[in-house]
């Protein structure tokens, strides 16, 4: 399954069609989606019963642990496995919500309901766009907030009612508990760094209108069910411990918040050691803590545009290919050797005239495009053949 193409949400229906669910309750899905990452905002794997074709980008995870979520969420509640039916109900839930009134596409959701137009929704709900973050560095940042529309739909299933004020809530707190969390300990710029993702993965609320002071805490206890209480208490122990340290401000702050929550000591302990325990095998894989330069940044940020140009366009892309034996052939000389400047002129010109053939790989004819042409070479063993098709369903006799 590949879903930066086309289709593979119904792809996602027919592989989950398949897989019998054992949860018996949410809490047992959400201790999953802990270890995934999509609790913490931070995708670093996606469930067990799915496969990938390709290695995945974390905005590719956050799709896929956002969709799954969503439906185990649905299946829990109504005992039914209809996929179709579940995507009816998150398009009249997001729809109640306003997400198709704020989102970055415009009334993706007119017309009739397909998988095609839930497709956009749930890119519009993962990708930070026009944010301060993604115009300085260049690159793709995936909502770290996603866990809330979860929350909502389970709120949703229950009772329809005022569906977008609880959203609205439920950042409030989320978004007050991280700040307070930042502040009750000595800032470093992964803090800074995970202040800017969380303020830009607001979507209900609008932070220069709100207040950042202690009057939060009042709306803790009464209006909000264990499942919610439990992920506001997980977000406040992600921001203390991004810098794997609890000092003795920090445990107060932790142990304070969730007695305000009316929850347990011991529970208040596990949660701070699950979030230990999860830095601690994925540091290396989480987006916030990578100290790189911007040259850096810059390089793998482009290198995940063209790695997604690539699949997107896969199957023209080898037909291509296969009618230019004699780039081919250059190509897979370079990756021993050095090529010539005559040599090199030539791989250029002829990856510019198959560009020309396919609209979606324009960026490559644009000023400076040629830039990217190394790393489209070094991306091209992608395409296998295996990996062309990851998303067609095969019809049942």
């Not at 390709?54 to 109504?78: F, G, W």
């Not at 909502?152 to 609880?166: A, G, N, Q, V």
């Not at 995970?194 to 009042?218: C, H, M, N, P, W």
């Not at 690539?310 to 780039?327: A, G, M, T």
Request: glycine residues 4%.
């Amino acid at each position: 399954m590949n879903p930066s193409t086309s289709g593979w949400i119904n792809k996602f229906g027919e592989i989950v069609s398949e897989h019998i669910s054992t949860y018996e309750n949410f809490q047992q899905v959400y201790v999953e989606l802990k270890k995934t990452g999509f609790v913490y905002g931070i995708n670093i794997r996606i469930p067990r019963f799915i496969e990938a074709e390709h290695t995945l980008s974390e905005d590719e995870k956050a799709k896929i642990n956002l969709l799954t979520a969503l439906y185990q969420t649905y299946q829990l509640h109504t005992h039914t496995v209809s996929f179709d039916a579940f995507l009816d109900t998150i398009f009249n839930f997001y729809q109640d919500l306003g997400i198709d009134q704020i989102s970055f596409f415009n009334k993706i959701l007119t017309g009739s309901k397909t998988s095609a137009q839930l497709e956009k929704l749930i890119n519009s709900r993962v990708y930070l766009e026009d944010n301060v973050i993604s115009k300085t560095f260049n690159s793709i940042i995936t909502n770290s907030l996603l866990f809330i529309d979860v929350l909502t739909f389970r709120r949703y299933l229950m009772d329809s009612k005022k569906i977008r004020e609880h959203a609205q809530n439920l950042e409030y707190i989320a978004i007050n508990i991280t700040y307070h969390a930042l502040n009750s300990k000595e800032k470093n710029k992964n803090d800074e760094r995970l202040a800017q993702v969380f303020a830009a993965s607001l979507t209900f609320i609008d932070t220069e209108k709100e207040r950042f002071d202690g009057s939060y805490r009042e709306k803790l206890r009464d209006n909000f069910n264990n499942q919610e209480n439990q992920y506001f208490l997980d977000m406040a122990c992600l921001a203390v411990w991004e810098d794997q340290s609890l000092e003795h401000m920090e445990s107060h702050f932790i142990y304070g918040i969730g007695s305000d929550l009316g929850i347990e000591e011991k529970k208040i302990k596990r949660s701070i050691e699950e979030v230990a325990y999860f830095f601690n095998i994925n540091s290396e894989e989480i987006p916030f803590l990578k100290d790189t330069n911007l040259a850096m940044q810059f390089y793998d940020s482009m290198a995940k545009v063209v790695n997604k140009l690539i699949i997107r366009n896969s199957k023209r892309l080898q037909n291509e290919l296969y009618e230019s034996k004699e780039l081919v052939a250059l190509i897979s000389k370079s990756t021993i050797s050095d090529l010539s400047a005559e040599e090199k002129k030539k791989v250029q010109n002829q990856l510019i005239d198959i560009f020309k053939s396919i609209p979606s790989l324009a960026i490559f004819m644009l000023p400076g495009g040629a830039v990217l042409l190394p790393i489209f070479i070094k991306l091209i063993p992608k395409l296998l053949p295996s990996s062309f098709d990851e998303n067609r369903v095969e019809k049942k006799e």
